[in-house]
């Protein structure tokens, strides 16, 4: 027998109450009984995305989100920055040049965040830019963007700030409406505790103007008729009801723990990592600027970081992800976001404390377990 422990930044584990409402029989989407379930998930979400506004559901991976926030904003031609630290940076670069949009790219060093300064200024030499996007948490290099600088930049202007919070909404305090974030988009596999399957997209009084204009091709993400089908209690297209069923139930354990306290249990998760990083002597990849999703760390010297993930995974059973591009081979992720708690991050530290033994490089097995313990028990009466 091998238990199975899931400690990837996404997907992410799911609790057993939405497990079991997911098993159930599926209901038609055009019912009473559908519409009461939707319009209650709808309303848990604007607590959890921090807004009024409407938070759109769309049957997709995050990406999908992210592409229409693009298509329904924007028209060919329009100018942008887009920060890129990262795949997930890389990722809107991707989708805008895919819809004629120019972009003025911001590379940041991968683990860092990056210089509101260096935003600013492209801002003010051009003022025809129509939009800055940016990952709140970068998940591939485990940085967090300081997206609140950001929106104090974009606030007076003719600009949208478009947050990709797909690892941070749910797991750090991202209030969109009282910092000014335009549009903010999330995705089910991640803090939300759920499978793949839904993206969420959230939208400011500002961005719907834009909306009114944007000429970008469209026509699945149309989220002008989502929203209005959204008053309805209802989506344009069939939803996917038994993760929107599973979404209720999972808004609902964060609606009962509390936002602060979700924020508070993944800072504690996180810097119990961290300090287990540091007793381990295993390297910090974004120091300076850490996202409380997930923390990478630098494998040692002589450990190949593509065996470690493997052999965490198949032979202890414990996924954690590894590095892509340039980093591939080089570092851990370790994610501790969504439905996570204490003794999955045992779990996580004395898992890697063993594969590394294993893997021959010399450390005392359990000095990270007990460096995060110390952390860990601030959590308890
Ligand atoms: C997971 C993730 C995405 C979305 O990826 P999908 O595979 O489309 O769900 C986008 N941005 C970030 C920061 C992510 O972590």
Known sequence: MKKRYLLAPGPTPVPESALLAMAAPVIHHRTPQFSEIF??????????FQTKQDVLIL???????MEGSITNLFSPGDEVIVVNGGKFGERWAKISEAYGLKVNMITVEWGKAVDPAAVKKILDEKPGIKAVM????????????????????????DCLLIVDGITAVGVFDLPMDAWGIDVLVSGSQKA??????????????????????????RFYFDFKKERKNLKDNTTAYTP????????GEALKMIKEEGLQNVFARHDRLARSVKAAAKAMNLKLLAPDAPSNAATGVYVPEGVDGGKLVKYLRDEMGVTMAGGQDHLKGKILRIAHLGYVDTFD??????SIEMALTKLGHKAELGKGVAAAQQILLEGYK
Do not use: N
């Open 192 to 217: 939300f505790m759920l499978p793949p399957g839904l993206a969420f997209a959230a939208l400011s009084e500002k961005a719907w103007k834009f909306q009114e204009t944007a000429k970008c091709p």
């Open 39 to 48: 319009k209650e998930t709808a309303e848990l979400l604007k607590y959890v």
């Open 345 to 350: 991050i045992i779990v996580a530290i004395a």
């Open 134 to 157: 940016v990952q709140a948490s970068e998940t591939s290099t485990c940085a967090a963007h300081p997206v609140k600088e950001l929106a104090a930049l974009t606030k007076d202007r």
């Open 59 to 65: 049957a997709a991976s995050g990406t999908g989100a």
């Open 240 to 247: 996917a009801v038994s993760l929107i069923i599973g979404l």
